[in-house]
């Protein structure tokens, strides 16, 4: 699985082209720099102060202060004591305010970089063909937009900003304690060797960790989708034990990753503490010995006990740091390689205007495969005159959707031509070309929303006396009138609450109001009840009149009407003809008709 790559510790290519989302935001960056730097500052001030203290009040050694304090201290142990204090305080209530600052900020740009970022996946995935959604499940790229693009913010607002400020601190306090003693120096990062070992073992297992919680979320995201949307077949099958203990042993491998990360963390901070405190130890020992020698003032020992807990804080936030940096590299790898995808299926560098009379389709010898050579359509060869309805017939799986999807271009062929007044699909830009079309499905797709908002789909030009002129036609407006709200009823996820007929009524007005030229009905009346059939056959002389229609049949009364029906059998056009030519050769329509439309008619009739 993608989620399974480690990716490199830090690849500068992929990080140039992420931070390249907080280039609009550098100004809030810049500041948040800055403020970073003051506060580094301020850390390292207050052991200094701490310092004078004891060196010119508590245990007075000579040591002067520097100029600029030196006129503004009493001379008073009490009154230059509250002094310093106060300085101290206003050093710490300032660096309080610059931490949250500058966190602030990052959090901030943050925010803003990845609702950039999340915008433009989504962009991406609404422009992808339907081929890159049948090799990736919804729920691998519901991970993409949602928790890959989360540990890149956490590397925004706690990533590399903080590296930043943790080696800056680390600077700053090694420059001041070699200033004030080398030898001491020396001791408190003797212990460094062991900090780095521990750091290597930890960082290890964290990242093997890591790996397995990106799997176990991926996996958990793809099986949610899956089995929610399919809730109702569970149920019908009474599978919710089976499904209930394979998402137990998905989720158990999620509990067990974490086990591992925390027994990881568990481990290191008492490691790294214990370490920090031996350090501390050394320099009481070694720092307490040079005092009794007069080698160095109480002062600088006790400040080097305050830089020796600031040092080792960093050294811990950056092995922090570093799995951040690791997780961001790979998110950042695979979110770039979906928004890198190229979609085969794009408009050409000129494309052609649509006719605008009424012209013909035609597919001249069209061959197609969804996969290698296991072909779906062989050699297939008809047209469709302008104002002509024509019904496609065959078994499941001869190829009658995917003639459909070849014509709306969803798919590329591998062989032949479709063309549209002669003019080859390749040559429109595919929105031109399907906004020609109005499609019904078997299965009728709604979004929350209103009912309105599921008829025009965005389409601004819609007006309210359209969507009342299309829902007449196909027999919805008594429907939608006996709701409380109109048109403004709201749907749910998917149109739960609305029976299949009423859903699919939807999609025929759905298709009216946009006032296609062209017309498909992919099985459209094969789900609805006998009601609704009904009025679906009262509109369907409606709907096809004025525009050339295709019509996938399935319902006897669909195919009589048709001007022509087109039998395929295994991606194979075998018999072209009416209804009755057809019955009349008592060839493969024939035994169709047999098996699956008389009892139809019978029962119609």
């Not at 290519?13 to 100004?27: D, N, S, T, V």
Request: proline share 4%.
């Amino acid at each position: 699985m993608e989620e399974e790559v480690q990716g490199k510790i830090y690849d500068w290519r992929l990080m140039r082209r992420l931070f390249g989302y907080a280039r609009p935001y550098w100004a809030v960056v810049a500041l948040s720099i800055a403020l970073m730097l003051v506060n580094s500052v301020l850390q390292v001030l207050g052991p200094l102060i701490t310092k004078l203290a004891v060196d010119r009040y508590l245990a007075p050694t000579g040591v002067k202060a520097p100029a600029v304090l030196e006129a503004w201290l009493s001379p008073d142990p009490r009154a230059g004591i509250t002094q310093l204090a106060l300085l101290f305080l206003a050093a710490l209530v300032t660096g309080l305010l610059f931490d949250f600052a500058q966190t602030f900020l990052m959090q901030w740009t943050g925010q803003r970089a990845m609702f950039d970022l999340r915008r433009q996946l989504m962009e991406k995935l609404q422009r992808l063909d339907i081929a890159y959604f049948d090799r990736h499940p919804v729920g691998r790229l519901v991970t993409r937009v949602t928790t890959d693009v989360d540990v890149l913010n956490e590397l925004f607002s706690s990533g590399l900003v903080a590296i930043f400020g943790d080696v800056l601190m680390l600077t700053f306090v090694l420059a001041v304690m070699f200033q004030l003693s080398p030898g001491m120096t020396v001791t408190l990062i003797s212990v460094m060797p062991l900090v780095v070992w521990v750091t290597v073992r930890f960082r290890r297992a964290v990242s093997h960790s890591y790996r397995r919680i990106r799997v176990a979320i991926a996996k958990i995201n793809a099986y949610l989708q899956e089995h929610v949307n399919g809730i109702a077949v569970l149920q019908l099958f009474n599978r919710e034990a089976p499904s209930a203990e394979r998402f137990a042993n998905i989720n158990d491998e999620h509990r067990e990753a974490f086990k591992d990360s925390i027994s990881a963390y568990g481990w290191f901070y008492p490691v790294v503490e214990f370490l920090g405190i031996l350090a501390l130890a050394l320099l009481l020992a070694y720092g307490g010995y040079r005092v009794r020698a007069g080698a160095l003032t109480l002062g600088s020992l006790v400040a080097f006990f305050q830089y020796g807990m600031r040092f080792f804080r960093p050294i811990q936030d950056l092995s922090e740091k570093y799995n951040i940096l690791q997780s961001a590299t790979a998110a950042a790898e695979r979110i770039f390689a979906l928004l890198d995808t190229r979609a085969e299926i794009v408009a050409p560098p000129a494309p052609r205007r649509f006719p605008e009379t009424p012209a013909a389709i035609e597919f001249d010898r069209v061959w197609f495969a969804y996969k290698d050579d296991d072909w779906v359509l062989r050699d297939v060869s008809f047209q469709v005159a302008p104002g002509e309805t024509i019904a496609v017939v065959g078994h499941t799986g001869a190829g009658k959707t995917t003639l459909t999807s070849l014509l709306l271009r969803f798919y590329d062929l591998q062989r032949g031509a479709i063309r549209i007044g002669g003019i080859g699909l390749r040559e429109f830009d595919p929105r031109e070309l399907r906004r020609q079309f109005g499609v019904v499905l078997q299965d009728p797709y709604l979004f929350t929303g209103t009912i309105g908002d599921n008829i025009r789909l965005g389409t601004g030009g819609i007006s309210h006396e359209r969507l009342i002129a299309a829902a007449e036609q196909v027999n919805l407006i008594d429907f939608i009138q006996s709701l409380p709200n109109g048109f403004a009823q709201e749907v749910r996820e998917r149109g739960n609450g609305l029976s299949t007929g009423q859903k699919q009524l939807i999609s025929f007005a759905r298709a009216l109001a946009h006032d296609p030229r062209y017309l498909v009905l992919d099985e459209a009346t094969s789900s609805v009840d006998t009601e609704t059939e009904m009025r679906v056959r009262e509109a369907l002389d409606r709907l096809v009149k004025g525009r050339t229609s295709i019509v996938i049949a399935h319902r006897l009364s669909t195919i009589q009407r048709a001007d022509r029906i087109l039998t395929l059998h295994k991606g194979q056009l075998r018999e072209t003809g009416t209804h009755q030519e057809l019955l009349a050769r008592r060839g493969l329509y024939w035994k169709l008709y047999q098996l699956q439309y008389k009892e139809q008619e019978n029962r119609s009739t």
